[in-house]
T-cell receptor
Framework: GENVEQHPSTLSVQEGDSAVIKCTYSDSASNYFPWYKQELGKRPQLIIDIRSNVGEKKDQRIAVTLNKTAKHFSLHITETQPEDSAVYFCAASRGEYGNKLVFGAGTILRVKS | NAGVTQTPKFQVLKTGQSMTLQCAQDMNHEYMSWYRQDPGMGLRLIHYSVGAGITDQGEVPNGYNVSRSTTEDFPLRLLSAAPSQTSVYFC????????????FGNGTRLTVT
């Protein structure tokens, strides 16, 4: 089955700097790659996603890139703000039931002001 | 619109006890799933359902049962609780099809002593 590895496990950045979180997946048939943000004590919420027919997607300060050949994808956050502090999870899935997601272990992002 | 509702929010069980975690959604979503979240391990899929009367196992199904008699409800049963089942449990739902966002409930924090 699918295996998703996520790095780093923790990341501290200064407010205004950029943050990059990377994930690799094992199943070449995976074709959907979402990212979730989970604030302390809250539920995970989708922040951005990308499909395998797209190499990059951007939404304001957040972008995701996908390299299908290398089977890895990354989350980029620019101009970080204290409210970006949270746990971020990458995930991968395939098939019609694209929401049978396999998650990475998560990255704790701390933005220092 | 309540979204995905989980009850209870907190539960303490003794080893060997059984209980049911409730999950209901009011968005007419075909797909529903249960995840458990443990520190450093991300979210792991326990069971999922693609419609009423249809369920299947995820990555970590042992010790748990599910049923899907209606579109709205997807309860998770712990047959004989063990300390290893201490975790935060999330129910999630989505429409069918690749790229449909997964909507999470607020979670149930379960402690087994």
């Amino acid at each position: 089955g699918e295996n998703v590895e996520q790095h780093p496990s923790t990341l501290s950045v200064q407010e205004g700097d950029s943050a990059v979180i990377k994930c690799t997946y094992s199943d070449s048939a995976s074709n959907y790659f979402p990212w979730y943000k989970q604030e302390l004590g809250k539920r995970p919420q989708l922040i951005i996603d990308i499909r395998s027919n797209v190499g990059e997607k951007k939404d304001q300060r957040i972008a995701v890139t996908l390299n299908k050949t290398a089977k890895h994808f990354s989350l980029h956050i620019t101009e970080t703000q204290p409210e970006d502090s949270a746990v971020y999870f990458c995930a991968a899935s395939r098939g019609e039931y694209g929401n049978k997601l396999v998650f990475g272990a998560g990255t704790i992002l701390r933005v220092k002001s | 619109n309540a979204g995905v509702t989980q009850t209870p929010k907190f539960q303490v069980l003794k080893t060997g006890q059984s209980m049911t975690l409730q999950c209901a959604q009011d968005m007419n979503h075909e797909y529903m799933s249960w995840y458990r979240q443990d520190p450093g391990m991300g979210l792991r899929l326990i069971h999922y359902s693609v419609g009423a009367g249809i369920t299947d196992q995820g990555e970590v199904p042992n010790g748990y049962n599910v049923s899907r008699s209606t579109t709205e409800d997807f309860p998770l049963r712990l047959l004989s609780a063990a300390p290893s089942q201490t975790s935060v449990y999330f129910c999630a739902s989505s429409s069918r099809g690749l790229g449909s966002p997964l909507h999470f409930g607020n979670g149930t924090r379960l402690t087994v002593t």
